[in-house]
């Protein structure tokens, strides 16, 4: 048995684990580290002290933005205290859109830019391996 890691032990031991125990292990796993990776976001993007200018403004938009939990979303209000029902949808739509959004910008952007620095250095190599030395 794996020592000192839970979830790695839940695996190993599936005979004394109820099925759905380890997904909901992991899952609880990746909303803890999804929480602090979105508070850190949050702390980096948005101003410390906002000052009402338009780059304040914008700054607190975005880090709310790209600083939204995935599994947590936007609060929605009921639709009986709206006076506008159209609200009300354009609000459901932000509570789904925003942790999209979210999730495009922390983990896409890094996940491309991987990609590209992985295709410029295989270019870089295979340049490198026409060049002959001798």
């Known amino acids: 048995m794996a020592m000192g890691h839970p979830v790695v032990d839940n695996i190993i031991d599936m005979e004394k684990v109820q099925d759905s125990s380890i997904l909901r292990d992991l899952l609880e796993k990746f909303r803890q580290i999804d929480d602090k990776y979105a508070g850190k976001v949050r702390q980096v ?7 009402g200018s338009m780059m304040s403004v914008a700054r607190s938009t975005a880090g709310a933005v790209l600083g939204a939990p995935i599994t ?7 639709v009986d205290k709206l006076v506008n029902p159209g ?6 739509a932000a509570a789904y859109g925003v942790p999209v959004a979210s999730a495009a910008f922390r983990y896409g952007l890094p996940l491309a830019a991987a990609a ?19």
């Open 45 to 51: 993007i948005m101003p410390n002290q906002p000052d």
């Open 72 to 78: 947590h979303g936007v609060a929605t209000p009921d």
């Open 87 to 92: 609200m009300y949808r354009a609000q459901q």
């Open 116 to 134: 590209g620095v992985a295709d410029l250095t295989g270019r870089v190599y295979d340049a490198a391996s026409d060049v002959e030395i001798f």
